[in-house]
């Protein structure tokens, strides 16, 4: 009898984790397929990121609520109880992350009949690029629990922050060189705003799985580096 | 020594309920206060807003951790573990809102040498207004355990979208108009956002609310109205 409850506990965790890395994945191609449909101007793309949303809610949804019955009916301890409030943790930055993958893709939508230098885009690609890399190895860190792994892809936050802001600045003179840039200009800024905070939910799960290791949270300060918050840009410089 | 168990568990759910009482507090100055000091132009109240932010992350911190410890120890139960868990998304919120607070306190600091008409900064503390209040109501709502008074403020969501839309579109136009306007307006759309998403915020608190109440999550689709994402406005319409 003891085995058989031992047995479903397992199975419990297992399924959590089971669906954590679906969720994972939904999330990985929901954000490559933005960035593509953005580069590439296509519509069709977007609409499929904005209609594979909903899964990643309906697993959050369940991954919540899985966890709660868990705590309730096996009363977790040390370990067990950190993995199942990692997998609500995780599930939440993961459900995020579709959001604002949902969110470029809107905007891809209706910027889609705007000829605009396909120069532009590529700023907000590369960093793109680097924080699907992001994710990608904070998900493993998390299938393996391998905390060294976390710490890299938090400690690595900083550049991504650093390339938002000098993309922020770089949009800002594309607007002030020509107006026609400027609501183009201002979709591919919330673009990019976008995925610095895909970059940010990324550390969050670097943090969760240094809490699920350890029982700890990270004291250290973020290597934050949001100057764009500050950033101003004089108009004629670019012009 | 049983009586002394349930009078040391009470003792923890009042302490968890104290401090979301307080951070909510802290959250709602810091909202007030970055808005004053936006429509003011007041650097050092932005300062007060960004230090303010500390003292959320730490009480946020502390739920957590006590949340935590407490469904360890306690093995709490039917409502007893929602509301610990409640605790948890609540304090979640309430941070998330505290750093929206801040961020628009930062831009405040970058734009305070730029001599702007005030008129454009009135769309966004009016977007302001509604959404301290959807915040007061929403935390009375959680403090009286009153699930129609949430889903009130849940409702009343579609109408600070609405507002957001029509600010997008308006700061859009001032940008064509002039582009001395663009990196102050750039930062006023961001501020405009942080509104909005705060308000997205407080209607997951109400979502919170009812689930405390019933066990259940609200199933149905959110009144969005978020059309920004596809607006654009043409060069001209404004000059």
């Not at 959050?60 to 993995?83: F, H, M, S, Y």
């Amino acid at each position: 009898m003891s085995e058989h409850i031992v047995t479903s506990y397992d199975n419990d965790l297992n399924d959590l984790r089971r669906s954590i890395s679906e969720m994972g994945g939904v999330a990985e191609k929901m954000m490559a397929e933005a960035s593509q449909a953005l580069v590439r101007r296509d519509t069709v793309l977007a609409q499929a990121v904005i209609a594979a949303d909903k899964r990643l809610d309906v697993l959050q949804r369940e991954i919540e609520e899985r966890a709660v019955l868990l705590i309730a009916r096996r009363q977790p301890l040390a370990i067990d109880l950190r993995e199942t409030i990692s997998a609500i943790r995780v599930s939440g930055d993961l459900e995020r992350i579709g959001d604002l993958a949902k969110n470029i893709a809107k905007r891809v939508v209706a910027i889609s009949d705007q000829a605009q230098p396909q120069k532009i885009v590529l700023g907000v690609q590369h960093m793109s690029d680097l924080v699907q890399e992001q994710l990608k190895d904070v998900l493993d860190a998390y299938a393996s629990r391998d905390t060294k792994s976390a710490h890299d892809v938090w400690e690595r936050d900083g550049a991504i922050d650093a390339l938002y802001n000098s993309l922020f600045r770089e949009l800002l003179t594309y607007m002030m060189e020509d107006p026609r840039n400027i609501s183009f200009c201002t979709h591919l800024l919330f673009c990019a705003k976008n995925v610095e905070r895909i970059g940010d939910h990324t550390t969050n799960i670097a943090e969760t799985i240094h809490y699920l290791a350890t029982g700890e949270t990270l004291a250290i300060e973020r290597p934050k580096n949001d100057a764009s918050n500050y950033a101003t840009v004089l108009p004629g410089v670019g012009a």
